[in-house]
């Protein structure tokens, strides 16, 4: 598969959030936001270690040579002094963590994708509110620490080294999230069977195709939002009717669209985040 190098733009926002970055267990967020395509030219940090990650789409990073597509559900760890490059879609929220402390499991990475557990991403928002309680910085980033885990590569899947299959749909899905494009017709376009497409959705997300699509069009949804109607933010990420759209979300979210727009409202004003997806039983 061929990636074209997308134009960027600066973002709209950057925030910072520091706890005691000075000392060697500090922690510091960046939280941006972008109107268009958001890129972080090849750069190389001598002073911090660094997480990219987005709850609302997929990021791609390189490191030499090689290029990864990273989920929600993963972020991209960078030891310093490594040049990479990273790139996120257009009407996305990133998140850099900088630390000065390598996390114990990946003590030898110098630079790649890793999982991240939901009490991580959940502290990293919280940890993005200027109302956070400083005293507990230090608690927040040792469970971010122990949030993150290698991503385990299994190159006897991916053919020649490229992505596969999964994650080049993915990464078409996270450029348009309202592509109607059904599995089996993806499985068609890859040459590949319906059953080894979902079989790779569920060994790279966790979940099944369709699940990975709710999870992406609601999210991208949130974004939406702030400046769209329900009905049109329906129609834009692949829902027959807002009532459809509205049945997801409160499935998701606990909560119906109507409420989250009051609260992005709330954000813009104070700075906090939206709260993550109600836990799954």
Sequence with gaps: ?????????????????????????????????????????????????????????????????????????????????????????????????????????????????????AEATRLVLALADPKYDEREAPEARRRIMAGLSPRSERADDRGSGGPGVAV????????????????????????????????????????????????LRLRASLTLMRTRPVSEVARRIGYASPSAFISAFVREYGYTPGRAAVMNHAEDDAGSPLPRPRPRR
């Design 1 to 117: 598969m061929t990636v074209a190098a997308p134009l960027a733009a600066d973002p709209v926002s950057c925030a910072e959030f520091g706890y005691g970055l000075g000392r060697p267990d500090g922690i510091l967020v960046l939280r941006y936001r972008s109107a268009a395509r958001l890129a972080y030219g090849e750069n190389r940090q001598d002073f911090l270690h660094q997480l990219y990650w987005s709850p609302e789409g997929m990021l791609s990073a390189r490191h030499g040579q090689d290029t990864t597509f990273i989920g929600p559900d993963e972020a991209f760890w960078v030891h310093r002094a490594v040049t990479h490059e990273v790139h996120a879609a257009d009407r996305q929220t990133l998140y850099r963590i900088c630390l000065r402390e390598v996390p114990a499991a990946l003590d030898g990475l110098r630079a790649g994708a890793v999982g991240i557990d």
């Design 168 to 215: 080049t749909v993915a990464m078409a899905l996270a450029n348009d999230p309202g592509d109607p494009t059904r599995l089996d017709e993806w499985a068609e376009r890859l040459h590949v069977s319906v059953k080894t497409l979902q079989r790779d959705f569920t060994r790279e997300f966790g979940m099944s195709y369709s699940q990975w699509r709710t999870r």
